[in-house]
Structure formats: C-alpha cells, structure tokens
C-alpha cells in the first residue's frame, strides 16, 4: 500500500505500477469515484484474475478505464456522435458509456458481451497508471463480490489484501458512488446505472435519454439490460429497511420498532440525516450529513454500511432520502442493500 496524494504524483510509483499492469498484476488505485480494482483491458488474463480477485462472477462485465480520448478509437467499432459530444461534456468525469466493442477488447473483459463499457476518470493518479499501464485499464469497484465499494484505501485493503500487487492510497474518494452508466448502443441512450451525472445533465447534451425502468424498484422477474444488475447488489448483514414518510411520522415509526427490537435482544443501527443520535433510539445511530445534502450521503453512504457490518448491528432503518440530484443515485443504492424494502408511514 502506498500513499500518493493527486497533488503530487511519485513518478517512480506510477511506472511501477504500469510495470505491474503490463506484466498481467492487478493495481487498485483511487477515482472520483470509487477505488477501482485494475488490470491490462487488452489482456483476457488480466480480466480473469480480477474476477477471480474480487470472487465475481465472470459474466459481469468491466468497465475499461482510458486517459485520453484518442485511446476510444481502438477498443470501440464505431464512435457515434452523441458519445463525442458526452466526452466533451463530461469526460475526464464520472460517465461511463456503453459502446459496440472492437474486436481489440476480449471478451474476457466484456463479461462476453459485444458492448463495452469506457469511462475516463478525472483523478490524476488514475489516469497517469492509465497511461503507463498502456493506456486500457478494466477496473472494477475494488472490493469482495457482496461488500460495499471502497470509498477509502482501507477498505480495499480490508478486502483484498493479498489478492492485488499494489494498492494506492489516494485518500477518500470525492464522490463516493461509482460512475453513472449510460447506454449508446440502444435505440434511445438509457442510464443503467444513476450516478453523480445526472440523466437531467445528459438530456442537455442529449435531449432525450431514457432511464431503465428497474432502478428505482424491484427489478426480479425482469430481464436485466445490463448483465451485472442481475446479480444482487451488496446487502448488509443486518435486516435493512428504508422507511419514508414526513420526518416525526419516519423518527416516530422507527423509535417504536427499534424499542421492540432492543426487548428481543436485537441490536439496532439508524442511517438518517442531520444531528441523529438526539432523535432515535436505536444503538447504532450514523449521519449521512446535513439534511438535504445528497452530495454528503453519496460520499458517506458505503461507509456506514461497512460500520454497520463491522458492529455487526442485526436490523438497520434507513431515511428514504431526496431523489434530487445524486440523491437519486443514493436511493438506488440504498434501494438494493435494502432489497427494495420499503416502509410508508
Ligand atoms: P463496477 O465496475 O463494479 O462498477 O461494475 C460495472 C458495471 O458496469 C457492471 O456491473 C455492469 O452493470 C455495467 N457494464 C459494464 N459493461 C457493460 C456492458 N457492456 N453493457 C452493459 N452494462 C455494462
Ligand atoms: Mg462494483
């Protein structure tokens, strides 16, 4: 593990780093995002060891990381019009696009698909590996299948240490959600995925782009568009539950289940907003941040789950919070750790 701030890039660091890249090794390093697990894209036995790394199921596609827009060229078949106008919108940034792969991108890394997923993260660090590695790094959150996305060098190395080369410790992650996914291969573009660019800020560029019908609810039963959001998400070890409703009707229900829970010996977490611990009853309380402030619960979200997994806290109420903004990206999450468990009062 090595500590590098953006601010003042350690050359002989980044170059070994490629070095470990190019040779097959996995590297995790930080985005604005979330830190990303990476490996050479181009090399289908990079792409293996990182689903092997992270115990994820190999029909779940990776995104692959680039630096520079000239890189797009060579691992997509076409580049339409509308991703170049996206780059020049929101690239280096939080998007991720989906586009018809070229036969230079192994399946391996494409979870078998024809599509490819590209993004180009704005985080300096990242993108000097990016180009030492070669200029194709696949990179997926760097975390164990079924734990949160690390928002911190600690938590991947809590989840991979041993498993990875190298981990670079960039400090936390601003953002703290992985990156909104875009579809550009369908008829209409369509989010996937919300993140912290929002379908408002693509329709300026875009004028018209759908959202896939299952963000926001259940989504068993269905066909998913994008392989990876069949599989459950992260769940905590606790029983989650969001509960909605005005803010004394949401404090008032759960003060009244976590006062039955503590009669049957169970112990209870709150994940809500503002000052928490004054308001609920519950033996694990945490703040997402000030009310209203979706950019502070994305940056603390996956945190609080971990806690709340390490306290080994057994039922969890969550404020449903505003779906404004990147609010909206919060309750999707949130939504599935919760298995779209939610309560109305
Ligand atoms: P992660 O790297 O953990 O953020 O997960 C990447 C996610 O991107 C996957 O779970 C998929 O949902 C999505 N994804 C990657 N490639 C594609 C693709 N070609 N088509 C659709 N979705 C994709
Ligand atoms: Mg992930």
């Given at each position: 593990?090595?500590r ?9 660091v ?81 998007l991720t696009?989906?586009l ?16 490819v ?22 990179a ?27 981990i ?5 992650a ?17 989010v ?62 759960i003060?009244a ?5 503590k ?22 309380c ?16 996956y945190r ?11 039922v969890?109420?969550a ?7 990147v609010?909206?990206?919060?309750m ?14």
């Amino acid at each position: 593990m090595i500590r590098m701030e953006e601010a003042h890039i350690d050359g002989t660091v980044i170059r070994e780093a490629g070095r470990i890249l190019r040779e097959g090794g996995l590297v995790a390093f930080p985005t604005e995002t979330v830190y990303g697990l990476g490996g050479d894209a181009l090399n289908p036995q990079s792409s293996r060891k990182i689903y092997a790394a992270k115990g994820r199921p190999s029909d779940n596609p990776l995104i692959i990381h680039i630096a520079d827009l000239d890189a797009l060229g060579l691992i997509v078949r076409e580049i339409p019009e509308c991703a170049v106008r996206l780059a020049e919108r929101f690239w280096p940034g939080p998007l991720t696009m989906i586009l018809h792969k070229s036969e230079r991108v192994p399946y391996e890394t494409t979870g078998g698909l024809d599509t490819v997923a590209v993004r180009m993260p704005v985080n300096r660090t990242a993108r000097e590996l990016i180009r030492a590695a070669g200029g194709y790094v696949a990179a997926p959150s760097a975390n164990r299948s079924g734990r949160p996305s690390p928002t911190a060098a600690r938590y991947v190395a809590e989840d991979l240490a041993g498993r990875v080369e190298m981990i670079i410790d960039g400090g936390d992650a601003p953002i703290g959600l992985e990156s909104t996914i875009v579809d550009l291969t369908s008829d209409r573009p369509t989010v996937l995925r919300p993140g912290y660019i929002t379908r408002q800020q693509l329709e300026e560029v875009l004028s018209q782009v759908e959202e896939d019908s299952t963000l926001m609810r259940d989504d068993s039963g269905q066909a998913p568009k994008a392989p990876g959001m069949k599989y459950r998400h992260y769940a905590p070890k606790g029983d989650l539950t969001i509960v909605r409703g005005t803010q004394e009707a949401v404090t008032a229900y759960i003060n009244a289940r976590c006062q039955e829970l503590k009669e049957k010996n169970k112990k209870t977490g709150v994940i809500g907003s503002g000052a928490v611990s004054g308001k609920y009853h519950a033996d694990v309380c945490k703040s997402v941040g000030e009310r209203g402030d979706e950019e502070a619960a994305a940056r603390e979200l996956y945190r609080i789950l971990r806690e709340f997994d390490d306290e080994c806290v057994e039922v969890i109420y969550a404020e449903a919070f505003a779906e404004s903004g990147v609010g909206r990206a919060v309750m999707n999450r949130l939504l599935k750790a919760a298995g779209y468990r939610v309560e109305e009062v």
